[in-house]
Nanobody, 120 residues
């Protein structure tokens, strides 16, 4: 079983920055894709960004040029640096990790979510 612990959310003014972190722990053979999703009030959960083991990244159009995803494979941790934040970025942000167990089964896990609030 894998546990994900997120940190870094909070309240920030428009134009400000925040950095989210998500650390994975447990019995893991390997971690494949790591990503961040968000869900604003009354809206569906959407992909913000993800990153492969090799470092290839993918971003939602709405965050391109403002957000940067990165990972530290030695620490099983993924980060999301968010700059030039806008009120529209207000949401609960969830970490998602695709991993392989020691039995080589591919599963995915979700973090508990961290709230990001951007004031005008």
């Amino acid at each position: 079983q894998v546990q994900l612990v997120e940190s870094g959310g909070g309240l920030v003014q428009a134009g400000g920055s925040l950095r989210l972190s998500c650390a994975a722990s447990g019995i893991i053979f390997s971690i494949n894709r790591m990503g961040w999703y968000r869900q604003a009030s009354g809206k569906q959960r959407e992909l913000v960004a993800d990153i492969t083991t090799g470092g290839s990244t993918n971003y939602a159009d709405s965050v391109k040029g403002r957000f940067t995803i990165s990972r530290d494979n030695a620490k099983n941790t993924v980060y999301l640096q968010m700059n030039s934040l806008e009120p529209e970025d207000t949401a609960i942000y969830y970490c998602n990790v695709e991993y392989r167990t020691v039995r080589l089964t591919t599963l995915d896990a979700w973090g508990q979510g961290t709230l990001v609030t951007v004031s005008p």
